[in-house]
C-alpha cells in the first residue's frame, strides 16, 4: 500500500504530459505516514456532498451486482427464512437467528440501498419490512429479549439489533414509510436507554477486561467479540439521526465512543463498522476528538497492521488465518467516509484496491461473500459461504461503490471511480464509458454548464496521461491526487483520459520493483498486477507453483485474451518460473476471476438451515519471489 505525500498544489500543466516523479510514493510502514496537507475547512466538511441517483451500471460491476441480487432471491432465501431472526419460532430454527434482525436488517440494508440508487423497488423488500415489524415490542426491541440471559446473549441480540436499525433506515430511505421511521426511532429509543447498562447488566461485561484474546478460553473469546459487537450499534444510530434528528442520538452515539477498545485482537467486521459510525458521529458534530481518533486507528493502527496488499481483511485483527466479507466491506466504507471527510484520493485508491481485489475475489459463482483460508502467500481452495452476514454486506458494498464513484459539492465534482455507468447527479445526465481496469481509456460526458471545477482521480501508479476535451489538450492542475480542470463547460463537452495500464511489480511496501535504482541478483518478495488488479498464480491455469519468477526489461509477457466469465481483456501474463529442478513458465490472472471459476448452483450444502461445507475453488498465490533482469 502507497500514499502519496508529494502532493502537487495547483501544480499547473498541461495535460499532455510525462509526469515520471508526479507521484513519488513512501511505504506506508515507514516512519511519520500521516497524510498532512490542507483539508477541507470545517464548514466546507459540513456542506454535504452530493451523490447521484438513477444509475445504469454497465461492465463486470453490473454483472456481480445481478448475481448477488439474485441469490437473494433465491434459495434458501424466502420470507420465512429471512424473518426468523426476529420471530424466532420453534421448528423453524437457523443459525445465528439469535443476532436478531441480523440477517433481517442486512437484507433490508443493502438491497434498499441499492434498490434507491438504481430506482427499483423489489417487492420482496416490503414483505420482508412487515415481516419484521410485525416482531417488535413496545420497549423497541425485536423477537425474544435478551437482556436477562447474560452478557453474551444480549450482546449478540444488540449486534443483530444494530444491522436491523441500519436496515431499517435504508428502507424507509426507499419506501418513505412513516410507519418504518416510528420503528427505527422506537429500536433508537431502545438503544438511548439501555446503553448505559452496557456495562452494568452484568458482573461480567466486555469492558471490564482488556488485553489479548486467550484463544483456548471460549469465554475470552466472547468477551473481546461483543466487545466491539455492541459499539458496532453506533452506525445505525448515527443513520437513524439522518432521518430523526433527536440528539439523544448523539448523546448515546459519545457513550458508545468511550466504550470503543484501542486496537488490538479484535473481531475487524465489528471494529470497522464502530469506525464507519464514529465517521458518521464527527460528521454530525464536528468534534475534533472523533476525527483525531479516526486518523490515529487508521494511520497508525489499522493501515499498518491490518491491511493486506489486496485489501483482503482478515476476520481477527491484526492477523489471522481466514479473511472476512464483511470486514472487507467496513474497509472500503471507512475509506470512502475518510474520502467524503478529506476529499483526499489516498482513501479511494485503498477502496478501488479492495473492491477490484479482495472483495471481487471473494464473491462466489452464486453470487455470495464469506471467508477464504490464508496462507503466508496466498489463499487455500477453500471458501465459506458466508450466507448470514457477508452475503448482504458484499451487496453492501457494491451499493457504496456505485454511490461514491462520483459526488458534487457546489460547482465541485469528484471522478473517483472509474467504471461504465450513467446516473443524474444536479439534475444533469452524466455518462462514463470505460474498459477499465483493462484498459486506461475513459471516457466521460459530465453533462455540466458554465464555470465549474472537475476532479479526475489518477491511480497512484500512472506516470503518464492524456486528458483531451473535444479533442484538444486540456489545462489543470494536480490537487490531492485528481488533475483538476476548471473551465466555463458546455453541455456538449466530452472529456476524454487515457493512461497505459499493464504488469506492475510492487515490492511488500507498494513501491515499483521495476524502479529501483539496484534491484541486484537476487530473489525479491513482490506483488504483480495489471493496473489495479492483483494477480495470482492458481491451481485453475498451473499444475505447478513455481518457486521463483523471472522477469527481464522490455520483454512482453502479455497472453492473447481468453474471454471468459469476470475474465479482463488483457490481464493476463506468462512469466518464465524456476520450478523444483526445472525451468518452465507459469500464468498469472486476476484474482478477482476466481468468481467464475464455478456455476450458479442452488443445492450447495452451505445453503442448508444449520451449518455449511466450505466450497473449493483454486488455491492461489498472490504473493511471489522475482528475479529482475535488467539489460
Ligand atoms: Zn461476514
Known sequence: MKMNTCRKKSLKISALIIIGTLLAGTSLYSQNIQPREARPTKAEQTQKLQFPVNFKIGGDLAERIALTERRLQSHPFDLEFIVQDVARVEGKRRRFEEYEGDISGRVLGA???????????????????????????????FGIDQRNDNFDQWGRQNFGHGRLLVG??????LSGEAVVRAAAGKLGDYFVTTIPQWTTAFEEHPWKKSGKVDWKNSISNRLHFIKTHQTSVLEGLMLLYDIL??????????????LFPAFGQFHSHSYLNTLVGIAMLYQHTGEDQYLELLRHNYWQEIARHGVPADGGICEWFPNDHRS???????????????????????????????????????QTANGVFGHATLTPVGYTADCSEAWWCCLMHG??????????????????????????????????????????????????VPGIT?????????????????VHIKGEAATGGMDNGYFVITR?????????????????????????????????????????????????IDSHYNKEIPESLIFTADADYALPFT???????????????????????????????????????DTLKNFMRNGEKPIQRAAVQTRHQIRIMRK
Not at 423489489?122 to 420497549?139: C, Y
Not at 470486514?327 to 471527510?341: C, G, Q, V, Y
Not at 479511494?348 to 477490484?356: F, K, S, T, V
Request: charged share 20%.
Open 395 to 444: 451487496f453492501f458494498a457494491y451499493a457504496e461503490i456505485v454511490n461514491y464513484a462520483v459526488a458534487a459539492q457546489g460547482d465541485d465534482l469528484w471522478f473517483n471511480l472509474y467504471t461504465p455507468i450513467s446516473f443524474e447527479l444536479q439534475g444533469r445526465k452524466v455518462r462514463i464509458e470505460t474498459s477499465y481496469p483493462a484498459a486506461g481509456d475513459i471516457t466521460i
Open 324 to 362: 472476512e466479507g464483511c470486514s472487507i466491506t467496513d474497509w472500503l466504507r471507512l475509506n470512502f467516509k475518510m474520502w467524503e471527510i478529506t476529499r483526499e484520493a489516498v482513501y479511494i485508491e485503498q477502496a478501488e484496491r479492495a473492491w477490484l481485489n479482495g472483495l471481487n475475489f471473494h
Open 245 to 258: 434528528p433527536k440528539p439523544e442520538y448523539l448523546d448515546a452515539g459519545r457513550q458508545i465512543v468511550e
Open 168 to 173: 431499517l433506515v435504508q428502507y424507509y430511505k
Open 111 to 141: 438491497w434498499s440501498y441499492i434498490s434507491r440508487l438504481t430506482g427499483n423497488h423489489p417487492a420482496k423488500l416490503d414483505s420482508v419490512a412487515s415481516g419484521v415489524l410485525q416482531h417488535q415490542s413496545p420497549a423497541g426491541w
Open 450 to 466: 458554465g464555470s465549474k471545477s472537475v476532479h479526475l482521480r489518477l491511480p497512484e501508479w500512472v506516470e503518464r496521461f492524456e
Open 563 to 601: 474471454p471468459g466469465a469476470f475474465a479482463t481483456a488483457g490481464s493476463h501474463y506468462q512469466l518464465p518460473g524456476q520450478f523444483s529442478g526445472h525451468r518452465g513458465t507459469t500464468t498469472l490472472v486476476p484474482l478477482s476471476e476466481q468468481t467464475g471459476y464455478s456455476s450458479w448452483t
Open 488 to 536: 466555463f463547460w458546455q453541455s456538449e463537452d466530452k472529456i476524454t483520459l487515457r493512461f497505459p495500464v499493464g504488469l506492475r511489480i510492487e515490492d511488500l511496501h507498494a513501491n515499483s520493483l521495476l524502479d529501483m535504482r539496484q534491484p541486484g541478483d537476487y530473489l525479491h518478495p513482490a506483488y504483480l498486477f495489471h493496473g489495479p488488479l492483483m494477480l495470482g
